[in-house]
């Protein structure tokens, strides 16, 4: 029973010792810290008496021994807790002093960094940064204001300066439609019609069509050129006919022009045509676009070759003309220039054109210009030209040298230009009995395929001939397709003066089989009691148009060159 009782009390140091070594061991070891002589007067007084301590404990022990005797069980138990007592009261000593250390040691520590002036440093620094900061913001303030406030007000001409990357845009092509390209040639024609116009009237003035308008108009540039004011009256003109164009847009009735105004038929409605009447335009504003293609090329390649010494003796007197007016604008006054310049511009355009217009023969001799111009080939031309020469050469050496003949039978050509003109008969000349010098013009090189219709005729073989249409400088000419070759019977030839009347013309019944849906031309002559029918015509405005200024051309030359006026 005294066994039982010992062994709780015995296992209570024990667990003492064991959390005391636990808490002992949590920091360094005692060996880490400061030596024995180090150390304070109290660890060493301590220290001495643990050491006095460990040797009394063998001492007491066979002293209690010999008082309890060798016949009691309890003495080696109360000997045993004596024990354990003993080490907890060392350890916690031991701790004790380790705490001492530790405390010495902050208490240095906290010395040598002196903690409280580095927190009140950095508390300044901190109240320091807080006020820099309140600066800096009040600072970005004012300035955020201030270029807010001129972002506002100059920031859209600022936008303007920064550059950007062009961005390259493809158009998208619309698809190919009948309504589109009928539409795009209206517009385009409209367009134009200002341009034309206005050179119209040019041409008018300057062949004197109202000698009243002419005349004024003259004496006011010559004494404007006299003066030094012709820059100044041409400003003044612009400035007329905006403030005129201005009054016209606000409702205004003017209508000023030195030629009247050609009226044109109106065009039918959509709804009115047929099938055929359709295709029909769709043909004519298609061979429009062809023809206005041709020209615009043709001016550009005239240009081209003037400049690239096609023809060299052509571009040789441009060469020479540039030479003498830079040599004159450097040796000469401006203001002496301007005068020469403006004089000849004007004795030129009033005088000079008019009497060239009036004489085609002086013309072709003295007007450079033109000569130039009309002399200046295409590349077709060229082209054409190149498989003439060929085909010549070829025919000189099968003939082994028949070289005396001017050109290929049946081709007529031009003094001026070199070019041959033929027929599916022969020499344009020789299959209406005209002279060499007569020859198709630009527009009708190939002619136009039509049907004459002569209504004074009863016979059905003469009432309706099929053939082709051409136009020179004074006749208009028909050859007939069934004419034998020599035979210039059912042939046509009416000059350009003798016409009383031309006039576009249709049918009043519809030949929807025939081409062109029985658009033509009609002319009256004094030979004839019904007016001639050029029917059937797929290209029936290019005709007129090319036939009514040709004959316009030719009644205005007759009109100034007979005596009467």
């Not at 906290?110 to 409280?116: C, F, L």
């Not at 040599?327 to 009033?350: D, E, M, N, Q, T």
């Not at 630009?442 to 249409?469: F, M, Q």
Request: glycine content about 4%.
């Amino acid at each position: 029973t005294k066994v039982s009782e010992v062994h709780p009390a015995g296992n209570k140091p024990s667990t003492m010792r064991k959390r005391l070594d636990k808490i002992r061991f949590r920091g360094h070891r005692r060996d880490e810290f400061l030596d024995q002589p180090e150390s304070p007067n109290t660890s060493d007084t301590e220290c001495s008496e643990e050491v006095q301590m460990k040797p009394q404990i063998p001492v007491r022990e066979p002293e209690e021994q010999r008082e309890a005797g060798l016949g009691s069980f309890s003495a080696p138990l109360q000997d045993d807790s004596r024990t354990d007592l003993n080490e907890v009261k060392g350890h916690l000593e031991i701790a004790l002093l380790e705490k001492h250390f530790l405390q010495e040691e902050l208490r240095k520590l906290k010395e040598e960094s002196n903690v409280d002036a580095l927190k009140q440093e950095l508390e300044k620094e901190r109240c320091r940064r807080i006020d820099l900061e309140q600066k800096v913001n009040d600072d970005d303030s004012l300035s955020n204001n201030f270029l807010k406030r001129l972002y506002e007000r100059f920031g859209v001409h600022i936008e303007d300066f920064r550059f950007q990357p062009e961005e390259n845009t493809v158009e998208t092509e619309e698809p190919l439609s009948a309504r589109r390209l009928t539409e795009n040639m209206r517009r385009l024609k409209r367009g134009f019609r200002p341009v034309t116009n206005f050179m119209r009237n040019l041409s008018a003035l300057s062949s004197w069509y109202s000698v009243y308008t002419s005349a004024i108009a003259f004496i006011v540039y010559m004494y404007a050129a006299w003066r030094g004011w012709v820059i100044p009256m041409f400003l003044f003109l612009a400035i007329l006919r905006l403030s005129l164009n201005y009054l016209i847009a606000k409702g205004w009735r003017i209508q000023w022009s030195i030629v009247p105004d050609i009226s044109e038929p109106p065009e039918p409605s959509k709804e009115d045509l047929t099938v055929s009447e359709k295709f029909q335009l769709v043909l004519d504003v298609a061979q429009r676009a062809q023809n206005l293609f041709g020209k615009m090329a043709n001016i550009l390649e005239k240009i081209k070759n003037l400049f690239m010494w096609v023809r060299p003796e052509l571009t040789q007197k441009l060469y020479v003309g540039l030479w003498v007016a830079f040599i004159s604008s450097c040796l000469l006054p401006y203001k002496l220039l301007g005068f020469i310049i403006g004089v000849y511009a004007g004795i030129k355009f009033f005088i000079i054109d008019f009497i060239l217009k009036s004489c085609p023969k002086l013309r072709q001799r003295f007007d450079t210009p033109y000569i130039i111009w009309t002399n200046l080939p295409t590349d077709l031309q060229l082209k054409e030209r190149s498989h003439t020469t060929v085909s010549r050469r070829v025919q000189a050496v099968g003939s082994r040298g028949n070289l005396g003949a001017a050109a290929p039978p049946g081709l007529n050509r031009d003094e001026d230009g070199g070019r041959y003109y033929s027929t599916k008969r022969g020499a344009f000349h020789e299959v209406f009995n005209l002279s060499e010098s007569e020859h198709p013009l630009a527009e009708c090189v190939n002619g136009w395929r039509c049907c004459l219709i002569n209504r004074d005729k009863k016979t059905p073989s003469d009432y309706i001939r099929h053939g082709v249409l051409y136009v020179t400088e004074n006749y208009l000419c028909f050859e007939s397709s069934s004419s034998r070759s020599g035979s210039t019977k059912r042939n046509k030839v009416i000059k350009l003066t003798e016409i009383k009347d031309i006039q576009k013309y249709k049918l009043l019944y519809s030949i929807i089989m025939l081409p062109g849906s029985g658009m033509g031309i009609s002319i009256a002559t004094p030979t004839t009691q019904k007016p001639m029918v050029f029917g059937a015509m797929i290209h029936r405005d290019e005709a007129f148009d090319a036939i009514y200024s040709q004959y316009r051309k030719m009644m205005v030359i007759a009109t100034a060159a007979s005596p009467e006026t």
